[in-house]
Structure formats: C-alpha cells, structure tokens
C-alpha cells in the first residue's frame, strides 16, 4: 500500500475518509464516479504538468518546444490539459460555489482536446445534491497528493487507490441491500 510521508495513514484512507465526507445522501453506485473522476482527474494532471515543467525549461530533447502545444504532449502518450482544467485553477476556485460547474467544464474541455476521452469523463459534479463545501475539502486534499507524477505512476498509485476505493464502496453497497432487506422484513413482518 502507497504511503504518504505526512501521515501514518495510507494516502488510499485519506482519501476515501475524505471522500466519504462528500457522499452524504449519494448512493454509492453515483458516488463512485464522482470520487474516481475527481482521482483520475489529478492523474491526468499530474502527468500533464510534469512534462508541461520540462517543455518550459526548454533542455535537451524539449529545447525549443512549446509548453502549450497539445502535439508534444500526445508524442509522449499524455494528455493534453487546457488552462481551464487544470488542478491549480480548479483548486483556486474549490471554495466557490459553483466549483461543481467548473469541474464539469473542465472535464469536457480535456475529452474535446483528447479525442481518445471522449465520452469518458463523469460530468456529475454541478449537482444539487453534492454540497460544493465538501467538494472544495476533496479537491484540496486530492490536490496535495501526487497521484499522476512519473514515481507515482511507477507504483501504481492511481491502481491502488482505485482498487482501494472499488472495495470500499462494493462493501457500501453490500451493506445498503442488508439494510434493506432486514428493514423489508421488519415491515412484513409487522403487516402479518
């Protein structure tokens, strides 16, 4: 398991801990795509900014290369995050009220710029049921976390945080059908 070096817990506790915050009144079937997409999201980021920083030093192989270029970032198999979708904008707006919005527009500015995400990115965040307070507390700690970076992706990070947070919420909804089942039965039982 992926540890983070400023606490004891593992970064996929953090963040299922914080993410769980956020659900509320969701049901964990939705919920999964609004955590999972926020997660893979950073990923993207991540790994966007930190060839972005090698295109802007300009050194070696990037000499001459331009940091806003969606064709560099295809040659080296990343995806190309326009200004709007980045995470420090993102982040700079998560105690808005309508960070909901902006995350939905960012999610479809990156599938327009990466045809290959077309239609695969949730679009779940400007609902009226996902208080934007909590969604703001997700970004910040998502964002502390370096999820899409090379030493990540070579551990795995996002796969074990994803593993992680599958189980956790197969297990939410296991305990959701037992909940019900034995409230159904209390309730047949009471109309016999």
Do not use: C
Not at 6 to 26: C, G
Not at 122 to 137: F, I, M, Q
Request: hydrophobic fraction near 40%; charge should be negative; avoid cysteine.
């Amino acid at each position: 398991m992926v540890k983070n070096n400023t606490k004891k817990e593992p970064i996929e506790k953090q963040l299922w801990k914080a993410a769980n915050k956020l659900r509320k009144n969701i049901d964990a079937a939705e919920y999964k795509h609004i955590a999972l997409g926020l997660i893979f999201l950073k990923y993207i980021f991540d790994a966007f900014e930190e060839l972005h920083e090698k295109l802007k030093a300009e050194e070696g192989e990037y000499a001459g290369a331009d940091p806003e270029d969606r064709d560099e970032y295809k040659a080296e198999n990343v995806f190309f995050v326009p200004p709007s979708a980045r995470w420090f904008y993102l982040q700079s707006r998560a105690k808005l009220p309508e960070i909901g919005k902006d995350i939905d527009n960012a999610m479809d500015v990156i599938e327009k710029e990466n045809p290959s995400l077309k239609d695969v990115l949730p679009k779940v965040y400007a609902r009226e049921n996902l208080d934007p307070t909590s969604l703001g507390g997700l970004i910040d700690l998502v964002g502390n976390i370096a999820i899409g970076k090379a030493k990540a992706r070579s551990s795995d990070v996002l796969g074990h945080v994803f593993e992680y947070f599958l189980g956790e919420f197969a297990l939410t909804e296991r305990l959701n059908i037992l909940i019900l089942e034995n409230l159904k039965k209390v309730v047949t039982r009471d109309e016999h």
